[in-house]
């Protein structure tokens, strides 16, 4: 496994690096744009317009990266990010903002295609679960770090800058790398109304994921600044709930190998729906802030990655990824969704519409898994997949809307 680890090494380096910066910036636009003047529906907005774009460049970058190849691609997105970062710095308008976060959507999903496009090549099988595992975890460890440069002693734009460069410096391990470039296969399409049909439950958790996670990222910064909050513990409050998910992301996924997964993950939506309440006490002590924060983070994290696996429970091999493409593209459509209701529910409610809606659409869901374990048996324990730890950006994206056609529904439907 060390050697495997070793292959990665200057990828994983070079990712760290620039999630360090990509980490800080949905809680810097969230306290710039509060100090700005504007108003929740409009952050709302604003995070929503990430989420449109990661969808618009999911559907076009696995044709740009065969075109030029994984380290070429990577670094045009960094670069374009790095200057979308200084620009969000210099241009503090609400429009000028939206374009720049669609944009920065874009170019993030191209950077998450080219690196776990190549971790999947260099992972053997019997390998893949750890080496996603480190991966997961250098992004998590890494956006959490993050937070931390809120409590510099610099003004916004200063801010922004230093994300810039950290995008920058990124690159540098990733240009200079001596491992081979990755080819890619063609992605088949798959229709949002196959997975439904395959795993209802699969897929009402993964728009869940991005309705519950997307409203966190964007928004979790305007909560706690209404609570009374300063930058500092602000950055406890978000850093802590990251480094939740990213302690708990293995055991949690290993535990639902041995029971039926679907319980596992009915059991963490409804402790979800729990955990936010408890974020009602942060901005107390800087102690219960961060205790609340990593307790909500410890749990709620691993709502995607439990309902992809168990879609992935009734699929042989040659289905998977077209399935992700699919599944990543209703985690979007959420992801779009949930910054702007809620940006909206907190201007005319209060900031406690924050939880609200994270409560709501858990325990909704959650309440929807039980129904569902009345419509169908569970998968024996013994034929359930192992868990991969997974990222909530599939290796290759290359998603339809549209129905695929009789034969590959009747494929897709084919469980194990």
């Given at each position: 496994?060390?050697?495997?680890?070793?292959?990665?090494?200057?990828?994983?380096?070079g990712?760290?690096?620039?999630?360090?910066?990509?980490?800080?910036?949905?809680?810097?636009?969230?306290?710039?744009?509060?100090?700005?003047?504007?108003?929740?529906?409009?952050l709302?907005?604003?995070?929503?317009?990430?989420s449109?774009?990661?969808?618009?460049?999911s559907?076009l970058?696995?044709?740009?990266i065969q075109?030029?190849?994984?380290?070429?691609?990577?670094?045009?997105?960094?670069?374009?990010?790095?200057?979308?970062?200084?620009?969000h710095?210099?241009?503090?308008?609400?429009?000028?903002?939206?374009?720049?976060?669609a944009?920065?959507?874009?170019?993030?999903?191209?950077?998450?295609?080219?690196?776990?496009?190549?971790?999947?090549?260099q992972?053997?099988a019997?390998?893949?679960?750890?080496?996603?595992?480190?991966?997961?975890?250098?992004?998590?460890l890494?956006?959490?770090?993050g937070?931390?440069l809120?409590?510099?002693?610099m003004?916004?734009?200063?801010?922004?800058?230093?994300?810039?460069?950290?995008?920058?410096?990124?690159?540098?391990?990733?240009?200079?790398?001596?491992?081979?470039?990755?080819?890619?296969?063609?992605?088949?399409?798959?229709?949002?109304?196959?997975?439904?049909?395959?795993?209802?439950?699969?897929?009402?958790?993964?728009?869940?994921?991005?309705?519950?996670?997307?409203?966190?990222?964007?928004?979790?910064?305007?909560?706690?600044?209404?609570r009374?909050?300063?930058?500092?513990?602000?950055?406890?409050?978000?850093?802590s709930?990251i480094?939740?998910?990213?302690?708990?992301?293995?055991?949690?996924?290993?535990w639902s190998?041995?029971?039926?997964?679907?319980?596992?993950?009915?059991?963490?939506?409804?402790?979800?729906?729990?955990a936010?309440?408890?974020?009602?006490?942060?901005?107390?002590s800087?102690?219960?802030?961060?205790?609340?924060?990593?307790?909500?983070?410890?749990?709620?994290?691993?709502?995607?990655?439990?309902?992809?696996?168990?879609?992935?429970?009734?699929?042989?091999?040659?289905?998977?990824?077209?399935?992700?493409s699919?599944?990543?593209t209703?985690?979007?459509?959420?992801?779009?969704?949930?910054p702007?209701?809620?940006g909206?529910?907190?201007?005319?409610?209060?900031?406690e519409?924050?939880?609200?809606?994270?409560?709501?659409?858990?325990?909704?869901?959650?309440?929807?898994?039980?129904?569902?374990?009345?419509?169908?048996?569970?998968?024996?324990?013994?034929?359930?997949?192992?868990?991969?730890?997974?990222?909530?950006?599939?290796?290759?994206?290359?998603?339809?809307?549209?129905?695929?056609?009789?034969?590959?529904?009747?494929a897709?439907?084919?469980?194990?």
């Open positions: 496994m060390l050697s495997h680890v070793r292959k990665i090494a200057s990828l994983m380096a990712l760290f690096v620039l999630l360090v910066g990509h980490g800080v910036v949905g809680t810097l636009l969230g306290i710039s744009g509060s100090k700005a003047g504007f108003s929740a529906t409009e709302g907005v604003v995070m929503g317009a990430y449109l774009g990661f969808i618009a460049g559907r970058t696995v044709r740009f075109r030029v190849g994984h380290i070429r691609y990577f670094a045009a997105m960094a670069s374009a990010s790095s200057t979308v970062f200084i620009l710095g210099l241009l503090v308008d609400v429009v000028a903002w939206t374009i720049l976060r944009i920065c959507g874009f170019c993030m999903v191209g950077i998450y295609v080219a690196v776990e496009s190549w971790l999947n090549q992972a053997e019997s390998h893949r679960g750890g080496i996603f595992a480190v991966y997961m975890t250098v992004s998590m890494a956006m959490a770090v937070q931390v809120l409590v510099l002693p003004d916004d734009l200063a801010l922004f800058a230093l994300v810039s460069i950290l995008y920058s410096l990124g690159l540098l391990p990733i240009a200079f790398t001596r491992q081979p470039e990755p080819s890619l296969a063609q992605v088949p399409p798959v229709s949002l109304r196959v997975l439904a049909r395959i795993s209802p439950m699969g897929v009402a958790g993964t728009v869940a994921a991005g309705l519950i996670h997307s409203s966190f990222y964007g928004m979790a910064a305007i909560f706690a600044l209404a009374g909050m300063d930058e500092p513990t602000i950055a406890l409050f978000i850093g709930a480094l939740g998910g990213a302690v708990t992301l293995f055991p949690v996924g290993r190998d041995h029971r039926d997964r679907r319980r596992t993950l009915i059991f963490i939506l409804l402790t979800t729906a729990l936010s309440l408890a974020m009602l006490g942060a901005g107390g800087r102690t219960i802030t961060a205790l609340s924060g990593f307790v909500y983070g410890a749990i709620a994290f691993n709502i995607y990655a439990l309902s992809a696996a168990h879609l992935h429970d009734y699929l042989n091999t040659s289905q998977m990824l077209a399935a992700t699919g599944l990543q209703l985690y979007g459509l959420g992801s779009v969704l949930g702007i209701a809620v909206i529910l907190m201007s005319f409610t209060g900031h519409a924050f939880v609200a809606w994270i409560t709501g659409i858990a325990l909704i869901t959650g309440i929807f898994g039980l129904y569902r374990t009345t419509r169908r048996s569970p998968i024996p324990i013994d034929e359930q997949r192992d868990h991969t730890i997974s990222a909530r950006i599939p290796s290759l994206i290359g998603e339809s809307l549209e129905d695929p056609g009789p034969e590959d529904n009747t897709l439907l084919d469980p194990p």
